[in-house]
């Protein structure tokens, strides 16, 4: 079974957190949210999310991929924390899936891992980061990279980690049960 992590920062964005988590575990993947610290997360719209754990908990387990939900002011909360951007250059150099939406791919390139790859945000979030082959559809693959959008394209990225993970037809199985 796949295995995945999804931080979980204070004001993060609701839906894309959510969305994905639900996806995920639709099609069977093992999904672990992990908050920055112990509290409860007051998402970016004041919805109330409890994590499974925390990062300190589960940093140095094993995870196929890491998920970053965007949303203010989750997305500087994760890009001000050291142990998020040690844990995405780790899981890139190993070759891991690492996936980011809205302006969480800012994350990513702070961590250096776009620099000249393709990738998509939030309109405006990689303006300060030139190297980045800045795309504008809804999700964006470059390799292991994976980057979508906003609270909009949620469900098309969740879908896409999931037909990465466990094959297009575990995803048409899971979007024809959304009756999508």
């Known amino acids: 079974m796949h295995k995945v992590l999804v931080l979980l920062a204070q004001g993060c964005e609701e839906i894309e957190a959510v969305t994905v988590i639900d996806i995920l575990r639709r099609a069977g993947v093992e999904v672990t949210s992990a908050g920055l610290d112990d509290l409860p997360v007051l998402a970016s719209r004041g919805v109330v999310l409890l994590a499974d754990t925390t990062l300190d908990l589960v940093q140095h387990q094993d995870f196929d991929m890491i998920v970053l939900p965007g949303g203010q002011p989750g997305t500087d909360n994760l890009r001000a924390d050291q142990r998020v951007i040690a844990l995405l250059q780790k899981m890139a150099q190993q070759g891991k899936y690492v996936a980011a939406i809205c ?34 559809d809804a999700v964006v693959e470059d390799g292991k990279l994976i980057t979508s959008r906003g609270p909009g394209t949620a469900m098309d990225f969740a879908l896409t980690l999931v037909e990465r993970l466990a094959g297009k037809a575990k995803r048409q199985e899971v979007e024809a049960a959304l009756v999508r």
């Open 103 to 136: 302006a969480a791919p800012s994350v990513l390139a702070t961590a250096g891992l776009l620099d000249g790859r393709k990738a998509t945000c939030y309109p405006t979030c990689l303006d300060g980061f030139p190297k980045v082959n800045l795309q504008t």
